[in-house]
């Protein structure tokens, strides 16, 4: 059975840190992809920041150059460092693993791609 577990939310004012991690247990992060997902109030979940085939990272516009991936893979661990925060990044952030589907042309943060596994989310609240 595998399970994603995501720690290190909280609440921060703007322009704060904060550093999420993810640890799995019945599953790899060897070669798949792993990723940050998160649930913003009134919007569907988007990708966030994705690792995918060991090395290939992929972030959404609005996080490059705020926001790093990184995995520790003899940990089994996903991390999310998590810089200049904004209120805007308020949102319930999701681990997940496993490509099940990825459409061609798309992208792992694609809407369309389908994720095999999921963590029950951890909350991130961004004050100004």
């Known amino acids: 059975q595998v399970q994603l577990v995501e720690s290190g939310g909280g609440s921060v004012q703007a322009g704060g840190s904060l550093r999420l991690s993810c640890e799995a247990s019945g599953y790899t992060f060897n070669s798949g992809a792993v990723g940050w997902f998160r649930q913003t109030p009134g919007k569907e979940r988007e990708g966030v920041a994705t690792i995918a085939y060991g090395t290939r990272t992929y972030y959404a516009d609005s996080v490059k150059g705020r926001f790093t991936i990184s995995q520790d893979k003899p940990k089994n661990s996903l991390y999310l460092q998590m810089d200049s925060l904004e209120p805007e990044d308020t949102g319930v952030y999701y681990c997940?693993?496993?490509?099940?589907?990825?459409?061609?042309?798309?992208?792992?943060?694609?809407?369309?791609?389908?994720?095999?596994?999921w963590g029950q989310g951890t909350q991130v609240t961004v004050s100004s």
């Open positions: 997940a693993a496993h490509i099940d589907y990825l459409p061609v042309g798309d992208t792992p943060l694609s809407p369309r791609t389908s994720w095999g596994y």
